[in-house]
Each structure stands twice: as structure tokens, then as C-alpha cells.
């Protein structure tokens, strides 16, 4: 099993900026592609960006280019999201999610494991 934790998520202005992170435990963090999610309440859980094994290619979200970016550290086994010009509509919570082959994708169904979870806050 693969076990995932984020942490970071808090209460922003908008405008501001926060860092979140994934830590993963189990399965040999580098042989698989990593993504990030977020959900509000009534609503379905939808992708933000996603990574490949290596770091090398990412991919995001119309509604967040130019402002997030996410990263790896393989040797960490951790992934970040970097989130910047932060909006009140990016206020959610953000899951950290897994999946088992090379390249990042952005269905859901695609994943198959997935964090706890991590609110994140935007005050207007």
C-alpha cells in the first residue's frame, strides 16, 4: 500500500501565496506519476496538476497556469504545490493522490490512492 500526507493548507488573503506537501510511504515513490486535487462541498473533486515519474513533465489545470506549479523530490519521496495570486475560488480542500504508471494524468479515476486532505483558505 502507498500511504499519503499533506500538509501546508491554512487561511490566505487573496493574493498570497501557500506551499503544500505530499509525503508518500510504501511502494518506491519514483515508479509512479503524482497529482493534486481539490474539492468543495456539493461539488465533484477535480484535478489541479499533475507530474510525471521523474519530474521532468507536468501538466495543470486551465484555471491555475501561470500561478501553481508542482514539483517532486524523488530522493524526499515528496511532491509540492507551489500556489501563488491566490483567488477565493481556489479555496478548497486539496488532496495529494498516486497513481501507478509513468505519465501524469488528469482523471480522477486515474489514480488510486489518494491523502487525507489539506484545507486551503482564500480570503477575499
Known amino acids: 500500500q502507498v500511504q499519503l500526507v499533506e500538509s501546508g493548507g491554512g487561511l490566505v488573503q487573496a493574493g498570497g501565496s501557500l506551499r503544500l506537501s505530499c509525503a508518500a510511504s510504501g511502494r518506491p515513490f519514483s515508479n509512479y506519476a503524482m497529482g493534486w486535487f481539490r474539492q468543495v462541498p456539493g461539488k465533484e473533486r477535480d484535478f489541479v496538476a499533475g507530474i510525471n515519474w521523474s519530474g521532468a513533465t507536468s501538466v495543470y489545470a486551465d484555471s491555475v497556469k501561470g500561478r501553481f506549479t508542482i514539483s517532486r523530490d524523488n530522493g524526499k519521496n515528496t511532491v509540492n504545490l507551489q500556489m501563488n495570486s491566490l483567488l477565493p475560488e481556489d479555496t478548497a480542500v486539496y488532496y495529494c493522490?498516486?497513481?501507478?504508471?509513468?505519465?501524469?494524468?488528469?482523471?480522477?479515476?486515474?489514480?488510486?490512492?489518494w491523502g487525507q486532505g489539506t484545507q486551503v483558505t482564500v480570503s477575499s
Open positions: 493522490a498516486a497513481k501507478f504508471t509513468s505519465e501524469a494524468t488528469t482523471r480522477r479515476s486515474d489514480y488510486g490512492y
